[in-house]
Protein backbone atom coordinates (compact mmCIF):
# COMPACT_ATOMS: atom_id res chain seq x y z
CA UNK A 1 0.00 0.00 0.00
CA UNK A 2 2.90 2.48 1.15
CA UNK A 3 4.52 1.99 -2.52
CA UNK A 4 1.48 2.16 -4.47
CA UNK A 5 0.96 5.29 -2.69
CA UNK A 6 4.45 6.25 -3.33
CA UNK A 7 4.29 5.87 -7.24
CA UNK A 8 0.89 7.81 -7.25
CA UNK A 9 2.42 10.66 -5.63
CA UNK A 10 5.91 10.75 -8.08
CA UNK A 11 3.52 10.40 -11.01
CA UNK A 12 1.53 13.68 -9.83
CA UNK A 13 4.67 15.47 -8.86
CA UNK A 14 6.04 14.02 -12.54
CA UNK A 15 3.06 15.44 -14.29
CA UNK A 16 3.38 18.33 -12.69
CA UNK A 17 7.03 18.85 -13.49
CA UNK A 18 6.20 18.08 -17.46
CA UNK A 19 3.33 20.27 -17.55
CA UNK A 20 3.54 23.50 -19.68
CA UNK A 21 2.36 25.89 -17.27
CA UNK A 22 5.02 24.52 -14.79
CA UNK A 23 7.65 25.22 -17.27
CA UNK A 24 5.67 28.96 -17.94
CA UNK A 25 5.93 29.44 -14.03
CA UNK A 26 9.66 28.78 -14.08
CA UNK A 27 10.62 30.64 -17.24
CA UNK A 28 8.47 33.62 -15.89
CA UNK A 29 10.13 33.33 -12.27
CA UNK A 30 13.50 33.15 -13.88
CA UNK A 31 13.06 36.48 -16.13
CA UNK A 32 11.49 38.25 -13.06
CA UNK A 33 15.03 37.10 -11.07
CA UNK A 34 16.68 39.00 -14.10
CA UNK A 35 15.25 42.09 -13.84
CA UNK A 36 15.83 41.77 -9.66
CA UNK A 37 19.59 41.41 -10.66
CA UNK A 38 20.40 43.95 -13.05
CA UNK A 39 18.33 46.32 -10.38
CA UNK A 40 20.64 45.34 -7.87
CA UNK A 41 23.52 46.63 -10.38
CA UNK A 42 21.63 50.05 -11.01
CA UNK A 43 23.34 53.14 -9.52
CA UNK A 44 19.92 54.81 -8.19
CA UNK A 45 19.15 52.09 -6.03
CA UNK A 46 19.47 52.25 -2.20
CA UNK A 47 21.26 50.23 0.51
CA UNK A 48 17.56 49.57 1.60
CA UNK A 49 16.13 48.76 -1.49
CA UNK A 50 18.94 46.53 -2.74
CA UNK A 51 18.68 44.22 0.93
CA UNK A 52 14.96 44.05 -0.30
CA UNK A 53 15.92 42.86 -3.64
CA UNK A 54 18.63 40.31 -2.17
CA UNK A 55 16.04 38.93 -0.04
CA UNK A 56 13.65 38.26 -3.07
CA UNK A 57 16.87 37.35 -5.22
CA UNK A 58 17.14 34.39 -2.08
CA UNK A 59 13.61 33.76 -2.72
CA UNK A 60 13.58 32.67 -5.95
CA UNK A 61 16.64 30.64 -5.65
CA UNK A 62 14.20 28.43 -2.52
CA UNK A 63 11.74 28.20 -5.37
CA UNK A 64 14.77 27.04 -7.95
CA UNK A 65 15.74 24.39 -5.18
CA UNK A 66 11.89 23.19 -4.54
CA UNK A 67 11.83 22.87 -8.23
CA UNK A 68 14.89 20.91 -8.62
CA UNK A 69 14.06 18.28 -5.89
CA UNK A 70 10.33 17.99 -7.01
CA UNK A 71 12.61 16.94 -10.47
CA UNK A 72 14.98 14.69 -8.72
CA UNK A 73 11.60 13.07 -6.63
CA UNK A 74 9.70 12.55 -9.91
CA UNK A 75 12.64 11.29 -12.08
CA UNK A 76 14.32 9.54 -8.98
CA UNK A 77 18.09 8.46 -11.21
CA UNK A 78 16.78 9.10 -14.83
CA UNK A 79 16.89 12.89 -13.84
CA UNK A 80 20.80 12.78 -14.05
CA UNK A 81 20.78 10.99 -17.62
CA UNK A 82 18.91 14.46 -19.67
CA UNK A 83 22.11 16.94 -20.01
CA UNK A 84 19.72 19.95 -19.57
CA UNK A 85 18.58 18.35 -15.77
CA UNK A 86 22.79 18.05 -15.15
CA UNK A 87 22.78 21.55 -16.43
CA UNK A 88 20.10 23.25 -14.30
CA UNK A 89 21.62 20.67 -11.20
CA UNK A 90 24.93 22.18 -12.06
CA UNK A 91 23.70 25.78 -12.40
CA UNK A 92 21.32 25.73 -8.67
CA UNK A 93 24.13 24.06 -6.90
CA UNK A 94 26.46 26.68 -7.79
CA UNK A 95 24.40 29.54 -7.40
CA UNK A 96 23.21 28.16 -3.64
CA UNK A 97 26.93 27.57 -2.12
CA UNK A 98 26.32 30.10 0.98
CA UNK A 99 29.73 32.28 0.12
CA UNK A 100 28.05 32.97 -3.74
CA UNK A 101 25.45 34.87 -2.42
CA UNK A 102 27.66 37.95 -2.07
CA UNK A 103 28.45 37.20 -6.11
CA UNK A 104 25.98 38.80 -8.16
CA UNK A 105 28.56 37.23 -11.16
CA UNK A 106 27.78 33.56 -9.82
CA UNK A 107 24.59 34.43 -8.88
CA UNK A 108 23.83 35.47 -12.76
CA UNK A 109 24.53 31.99 -13.99
CA UNK A 110 21.08 31.00 -12.63
CA UNK A 111 19.59 32.92 -16.23
CA UNK A 112 21.45 30.80 -18.53
CA UNK A 113 18.88 28.44 -17.66
CA UNK A 114 16.37 30.01 -19.85
CA UNK A 115 18.49 28.40 -22.89
CA UNK A 116 16.53 25.10 -21.99
CA UNK A 117 13.08 26.55 -22.57
CA UNK A 118 14.72 27.73 -26.23
CA UNK A 119 13.04 24.34 -27.27
CA UNK A 120 9.80 25.84 -26.97
CA UNK A 121 10.14 28.58 -29.77
CA UNK A 122 10.88 27.02 -33.07
CA UNK A 123 12.57 30.02 -34.35
CA UNK A 124 14.72 30.41 -31.45
CA UNK A 125 15.90 26.80 -31.42
CA UNK A 126 16.23 27.15 -34.93
CA UNK A 127 19.26 30.08 -34.31
CA UNK A 128 20.31 27.96 -31.61
CA UNK A 129 20.90 24.81 -34.03
CA UNK A 130 22.73 26.86 -36.22
CA UNK A 131 25.24 28.79 -34.29
CA UNK A 132 26.08 24.85 -32.84
CA UNK A 133 26.83 23.90 -36.32
CA UNK A 134 29.05 26.63 -37.15
CA UNK A 135 30.98 26.23 -34.12
CA UNK A 136 33.60 23.69 -35.88
CA UNK A 137 34.36 26.59 -38.49
CA UNK A 138 34.58 29.27 -35.80
CA UNK A 139 36.80 27.05 -33.76
CA UNK A 140 38.60 26.29 -37.53
CA UNK A 141 39.12 29.66 -38.40
CA UNK A 142 40.08 30.56 -34.56
CA UNK A 143 42.75 28.63 -34.80
CA UNK A 144 43.84 29.94 -38.18
CA UNK A 145 43.70 33.60 -36.73
CA UNK A 146 45.71 32.38 -33.06
CA UNK A 147 48.65 31.26 -35.49
CA UNK A 148 48.52 34.44 -37.97
CA UNK A 149 48.11 37.47 -34.63
CA UNK A 150 51.00 35.49 -32.92
CA UNK A 151 53.25 35.29 -36.13
CA UNK A 152 52.32 38.84 -37.08
CA UNK A 153 52.82 40.12 -32.87
CA UNK A 154 56.45 38.78 -32.81
CA UNK A 155 57.47 40.35 -36.14
CA UNK A 156 55.52 43.57 -34.45
CA UNK A 157 58.25 43.49 -31.48
CA UNK A 158 61.27 42.85 -33.51
CA UNK A 159 60.28 45.69 -35.69
CA UNK A 160 58.71 48.47 -33.22
CA UNK A 161 59.51 47.42 -30.33
CA UNK A 162 62.26 49.46 -29.54
CA UNK A 163 60.42 52.84 -30.07
CA UNK A 164 56.87 52.17 -29.46
CA UNK A 165 55.29 51.16 -26.24
CA UNK A 166 52.16 49.39 -27.93
CA UNK A 167 54.67 46.63 -29.60
CA UNK A 168 57.41 46.96 -26.63
CA UNK A 169 57.04 43.08 -25.57
CA UNK A 170 54.32 40.05 -27.12
CA UNK A 171 51.34 41.08 -24.85
CA UNK A 172 50.77 44.78 -25.63
CA UNK A 173 51.69 43.60 -29.23
CA UNK A 174 48.78 40.82 -29.33
CA UNK A 175 46.56 43.77 -27.42
CA UNK A 176 47.22 46.32 -30.45
CA UNK A 177 47.18 44.06 -33.18
CA UNK A 178 43.65 43.04 -31.73
CA UNK A 179 42.93 46.80 -31.38
CA UNK A 180 43.82 47.10 -35.39
CA UNK A 181 41.83 43.79 -36.64
CA UNK A 182 38.74 45.43 -34.43
CA UNK A 183 39.48 48.52 -37.09
CA UNK A 184 39.10 51.10 -34.04
CA UNK A 185 41.26 53.91 -35.05
CA UNK A 186 43.85 52.00 -36.24
CA UNK A 187 45.57 53.96 -38.84
CA UNK A 188 45.26 57.25 -36.55
CA UNK A 189 46.43 55.83 -33.13
CA UNK A 190 48.55 52.77 -34.25
CA UNK A 191 49.63 52.90 -37.52
CA UNK A 192 50.60 56.62 -38.35
CA UNK A 193 52.47 57.23 -35.60
CA UNK A 194 54.60 54.25 -36.12
CA UNK A 195 55.00 55.17 -40.30
CA UNK A 196 56.25 58.62 -39.17
CA UNK A 197 59.34 56.97 -37.76
CA UNK A 198 59.03 53.85 -39.77
CA UNK A 199 58.32 54.95 -43.72
CA UNK A 200 57.99 51.41 -44.81
CA UNK A 201 55.84 50.28 -42.36
CA UNK A 202 52.45 50.32 -44.18
CA UNK A 203 53.65 47.05 -45.74
CA UNK A 204 53.28 45.48 -42.10
CA UNK A 205 49.56 47.12 -41.10
CA UNK A 206 48.26 46.88 -44.73
CA UNK A 207 49.31 42.95 -44.94
CA UNK A 208 47.78 42.14 -41.76
CA UNK A 209 44.62 43.71 -42.43
CA UNK A 210 44.49 42.46 -46.07
CA UNK A 211 44.99 38.56 -44.30
CA UNK A 212 42.51 39.24 -41.31
CA UNK A 213 40.07 40.56 -44.24
CA UNK A 214 40.62 37.68 -45.94
CA UNK A 215 40.07 35.32 -42.82
CA UNK A 216 36.88 36.53 -41.95
CA UNK A 217 35.41 36.17 -45.42
CA UNK A 218 36.92 33.10 -45.47
CA UNK A 219 34.48 32.13 -42.29
CA UNK A 220 31.75 33.89 -43.56
CA UNK A 221 31.68 31.98 -46.98
CA UNK A 222 32.06 29.00 -45.07
CA UNK A 223 29.18 29.68 -42.64
CA UNK A 224 26.61 30.48 -45.25
CA UNK A 225 27.98 27.22 -47.02
CA UNK A 226 27.21 25.68 -43.58
CA UNK A 227 23.66 26.95 -43.10
CA UNK A 228 22.65 26.13 -47.22
CA UNK A 229 23.53 22.63 -46.50
CA UNK A 230 21.70 23.11 -43.60
CA UNK A 231 18.71 23.95 -45.18
CA UNK A 232 18.89 21.55 -47.89
CA UNK A 233 19.43 18.64 -45.50
CA UNK A 234 15.97 19.95 -43.84
CA UNK A 235 14.12 20.12 -46.85
CA UNK A 236 15.05 16.57 -48.74
CA UNK A 237 13.64 14.90 -45.10
CA UNK A 238 10.30 16.61 -45.81
Known amino acids: MVSKAWEKDKRKVKKLVEGKSFDWLIMSLILMDAVILGLMTAAFITETLKADLFVLDRLFMAIFIAEMMMKIYAYGK ?16 ISSVPFTSYFIILRTFRLFRL ?72 ASDIARPVMAVYPHAWLFFVSYVFVSFLIVISFLMSAVSEIVRRQFMLKSRI
Open 115 to 186: LRYINKFSRLKQVINTFISLLPNFMAMLLVFIVFIYVFAIMSVALFGDIFVEFSNLGSALFALLQIFTLDGW
Open 78 to 93: KFFKSGWNVFDFTVIA
